[in-house]
């Protein structure tokens, strides 16, 4: 019987290989194993603790800067407020210069107190009087109408006084406020026009009541004036058929502001914020064509005036566009300023602009 042959033995299990480190991890390790400096870790130490004050710092930051926000909106809540708050005091700071006019404003009870007032109101009791003592009557016809529209529409009367530096010069001004909250002004008398013949007779002015005859205050070293002087006065007026209305105001406008009255008896061609002269005074009056003696003494609206040519004994009004367009019209000058003073206190007595009438004034 064949034998059978023993096996060789079995040799043991060889452990298993762990795997070979990765480059990067014998790097690692050889970094972590090798000396490092000492400044070293201090760089990496400071750069923690400042990373962890700063993001603790962020948070009360942010409140902090909450806090300041809060603190100033309860002061001031808004920006325009702000804007607005900015402006007033910029105009405080430039009303203390000594080249800005000056003006002070006082009711008609109070207007003696401002001196050399050319208004006097001492015996004058009520508004109605006020009113009367300024547009001194006997009153042409056409005035007559505009101080109707003007009576029945005011509710209290101001007199304000202006300096002016740059000219020097006084300005007197009449305030008007209505019951709709609007402010008309207009200017002092002129005096070389207290003494004009309004073609009334003579028994009729001998009649008229002492008080609004005197409602003129006599300036130091006026007198009565000559008929020689006033006819030389008058000729140095540009337009001398204005001199009726030039009696009683020297120039009348609209007022938006009373701090805009400086500007505007400084300037009186300028306007500022919607506040302006509706019919200028004798020293805004001024030519603007050379082939035609054209005198502008009124303002129609921003684009448009009223003028009238000085050459003729009785001129009508003539209305200029800006781009020199020219519309000669039958009205007199008197009856156009009348018309003037009755619209801007609220008796239209033009059509609107869309029924034809002049754009908005």
Known sequence: QASTPARPPRRPARPPCRPAPPAFRRRRMAFLDADMPWWVLLVVLAALAALLALTGAIPALGRAASGRRKKTDDVIPDSPRREQQLVEDLRDALETEPWCPKMEIKDWQQAGELPACPWNFDSCQTVPEVLER??????????????????????????????????????????????????????????????????????????SPSPRRGGIRRRHGSGTPKSQEEESEATDILLPCLLPFYRIHDGFGVLLSTRHLPLLLSSPTEGINGSCYYVYPARGLEPVTLRRPLIRFARVDRTCSACADRSLE???????????????????PLAFIADTVSNVAGQRVVPPSYMGGPSSL
């Open 134 to 207: 300024i547009w001194r009557s006997p009153l042409c016809p056409e005035l007559q109408t505009a101080f109707d529209a003007l009576s029945n529409r005011v509710k209290n009367v101001q007199v304000a006084r202006v300096q002016a530096t740059m000219p020097t010069a006084t300005h007197f001004t009449v305030v008007y406020s209505l019951h709709t909250g609007a402010e008309l002004f207009g200017g002092s008398p002129l005096e070389h026009a207290v003494g004009l013949d309004l073609g009334q007779d003579e028994d009729v002015r001998d009649r």
């Open 314 to 332: 009785q001129p009508v009004v003539v209305y200029l566009e800006r781009n020199g367009e020219q519309t000669e019209d039958d009205e007199e």
